[in-house]
């Protein structure tokens, strides 16, 4: 990769930008000698101003507000990186403004992109026989990044698919996917976490693994078979190599996977389970009083799979090994511990410091804290009981789920029911479930619009949480909005978390429906501005090998963008061909995308500066069809054409 092809907006003084933004404009019009591109410029910035020049309408306090405003032509201090829930997409924000900077097309077809069009994004998402997409919904919840030294190393990020188990991965220099991998054996793989480090090897100091809880439990195998016989559902926990995009391991276990942690040593992955009683139906799963939060013994599992302690699962070659609670009664030989958490926890969120899990009740008024070091205890067999692990319970409110932690030893829990932010101290927790009457646990509350899911802090899942925000993901908006119809939009709040009182600070309307989010710092985000022709090994390198190239049926069509025109100005097939177009992006200026688009033919796709991509069709349709250009990048934007004629 080339370096001068990364940016990091902390590298990029003001000046700069606005040196970029007249350099786009004018070498967008050279040749054409128009200046329909700068007034437009203009225009956007003007309306951009008026924008945000706007007070915010609640609470009077116009100037305190004006505080988390960023204003024109400025960036924000963080990048946040969010689910899109059943919308299959990845999201990413400025924070504190809540601009929202890109969608990130993975499990969903996106006609920007042209995923799920392009021969290139069909191959990573998988096709049928027919050559569409394998899926075309999706369902993402948690997205987690890479980490280098217990922070991140903006390489890679994680985002969960629960409707079909997948697993994508997206490169943080492009912010596209990369990759896609299918969970075998399992249903509903609902949480995820990256790995921090290697439980054994002390140089492995990064992320080699990605974790995945499946909440459902399915007959195995699942062919129809079994379907009323409880005793053969069964859920899997897996681990995922995060270079290869392989699994690499499976575990068996008693109840469902919820959401997902990692220690920050390596040693320990954790989900929580609110179906211990593995049952099919609500009412069955909310008839014990303690579920569980389950600890992944991750070293001594890779020891089992490596001493070919595994079996595997008809149709897949993956290793699983034994996690229920019956094949590991002696501590130190078990590879799963299951620490009981009073009734139907949602959500397991580990400190800063590395010391402590948070493992919300829901149905439980109590947020658990779980000791990392007690645990491994148990694992050493020093602790007698499992339970034993909790060293702090405290009462926080009504529908405890997600929890985030500050640079103070504070953590801050979403009360879905109660629709409110509690701030909370972990220290004072603890002494408090030893017997202290007197210390003060709940330290604050705020209201939110209105019922949180998750909630996180900035950096708050790395060791440099900084303190600073908590936004709050809400499922219901109601009366926070303009109506716009019986679907709402979504609340994230901006909540700061720096001083004593927790302060709501602005409102973020959001498509449905973000899961979870992580506040990331943006000088650990570079990314790339344009790719290298290199890359791609079926460029078109040079204008001149552009043309109709013929293999019987089989029509390639090669051809290059830039600006304002396409290589080919026609080019010409045969009814029932089979025609691959092959479009390389010559532009190379920072922002200077093209699009390619054929009529008739659902074809919409873009080639962003020196990217190459394809797609592959039937012409089946006789006729003149023109080949434009979608996205606006130049003045003579929409004389950009090709005709493409398809003879009878
Ligand atoms: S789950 Cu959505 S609010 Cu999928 Cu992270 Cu808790
Ligand atoms: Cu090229 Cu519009
Ligand atoms: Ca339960």
Redesign the pocket.
Known sequence: MNQDDIKNPDELPDLGRRKFLNTAALVGLSGAGLSVGLSACKKKDEAGTAGTAAAPAAHGEVAEFGKYEVPPGQLDEYYSFS?G?HSGEVRIYGIPSGRELKRIPVFNMDCLVGWGVTNESKAILGTKPNGTPKYTTGDT??VHQTYKDGTYDGKYMFVND?IHSRLARVRMDTMECDKILELPNVQGF??TFTDKRDPVNPDINYTTRVFCGSEFSVPLPNDGRDVNDPSKYKSLFTCVDSESMEPRWQVFIDGNC??VASSYDGKLAATNQYNTEMGIHYEDMMAAEMDACLFFNVARIEEAVKAGKFTTIAGSKVPVVDGTKAANTDPKTALTCYVPIPKNP??VNISPDGKYYACSGKLSPTASVIEHALVLKWFDGELANPRDAVVGEPEIGLGP??TGFDNKGNAYT?LFLDSQIVKWNVEAAIKAFKGDKNVKVVLDRVDVHYQP??GFTSMGETRESDGKYFIS?N?FSKDRFLPVGPLHAETAQLIDISGDKMKLVADHSVYSEP??SIIVRRDIIKTRQIYNLDDFPHAVKDPKDSGVFRNGKKVTVKLISQAPAFSLREFTVKKGDEVTVILTNHDKVEDLTHAFAVPKYDINFIVNPQETKSVTFIADKPGVYWCYCTNFCHALHLEMRSRMIVEP
């Open positions: 689910s829930g919840h948690h629960k609902h949480g919820d959401l949602h959500g789920l997600h979403t899911g998750h993901d499922k899961h979870d």
